[in-house]
């Protein structure tokens, strides 16, 4: 019985273009293709699980969040100073 071939592993390029002071900032890396993959990676894992990053809710994500914020705010980490969400909810404790 034949297989399907496994499209898994197959490579795709992907171009962008980039401004005189990029490319100059990039002249020395020794593998650009595996750092702008890496960077590309920690980006996607940054961002927001929400709007994907795009700073910009739909209406309808704009529903759920309000409905989230209701039992969670935002507070200031005091040692790291970053900002989190922490659940006010006494029974989700």
Same mark, same amino acid.
């Given at each position: 019985?034949?297989?399907?071939?496994?499209?898994?592993?197959?490579? %795709?390029?992907?171009?962008?273009?980039?401004?005189?002071?990029?490319?100059?900032?990039?002249?020395?890396?020794?593998?650009?293709?595996?750092?702008?993959?890496?960077?590309?990676?920690?980006?996607?894992?940054?961002?927001?699980?929400?709007?994907?990053?795009?700073?910009?809710?739909?209406?309808?994500?704009?529903?759920?969040?309000?409905?989230?914020?209701?039992?969670?705010?935002?507070?200031?980490?005091?040692?790291?100073? %970053?900002?989190?969400?922490?659940?006010?909810?006494?029974?989700?404790?």
């Amino acid at each position: 019985m034949p297989t399907k071939p496994n499209n898994l592993n197959k490579s %795709e390029i992907i171009t962008f273009k980039a401004d005189q002071s990029l490319l100059e900032a990039m002249k020395t890396i020794p593998n650009r293709s595996e750092f702008i993959r890496s960077a590309v990676m920690m980006a996607l894992e940054s961002s927001c699980p929400l709007c994907g990053g795009s700073g910009i809710l739909t209406p309808h994500q704009r529903e759920h969040w309000n409905e989230f914020k209701r039992d969670h705010s935002l507070n200031e980490c005091s040692d790291c100073r %970053e900002f989190h969400l922490v659940c006010s909810n006494k029974k989700a404790l």
